[in-house]
């Protein structure tokens, strides 16, 4: 399975970005998808994820509210959107698939990851 991210970049605060994921090899719909998030001299942190029908979703603190997870199962692809950014939303973004649970599960495959740059 691999995953690819894109759709980031800079952007302003308060301005709103869309990244997507897209997914090749394997069985999408079987797979409960993720984004998470790394900032500089930070550990990678969760943001959010979504389960396999795409009817159930979970958020960080950090994000709720300002952010939507999606899925396309047809086009084996998941969107993040990030509402209100500020510069603590500065990371590389990183999309990832997990045959378990949404919560707490370990995730099996990750993208490369795609920067994302708030300026004040």
């Known amino acids: 399975v691999q995953l690819q991210a894109s759709g980031g970049g800079l952007v302003q605060a308060g301005d709103s970005l869309r990244l997507t994921c897209a997914a090749s090899?394997?069985?999408?719909?079987?797979?409960?998808m993720g984004w998470f998030r790394q900032a500089p001299g930070k550990e990678r942190e969760f943001v959010a994820t979504?389960?396999?029908?795409?009817?159930?979703?979970y958020y960080a603190d950090s994000v709720k509210g300002r952010s939507t997870i999606a899925r396309d199962n047809a086009k084996n692809t998941v969107f993040l959107q990030l509402n209100n950014t500020n510069p603590e939303d500065t990371a590389v973004y990183y999309c990832?698939?997990?045959?378990?649970?949404?919560?707490?599960?370990?995730?099996?495959?990750w993208g490369q990851g795609t920067l994302v740059t708030v300026s004040s």
């Open positions: 990832a698939l997990t045959y378990g649970r949404c919560l707490g599960a370990r995730y099996d495959y």
């Open positions: 090899g394997g069985s999408f719909s079987n797979y409960v």
């Open positions: 979504i389960n396999r029908a795409g009817g159930r979703t």
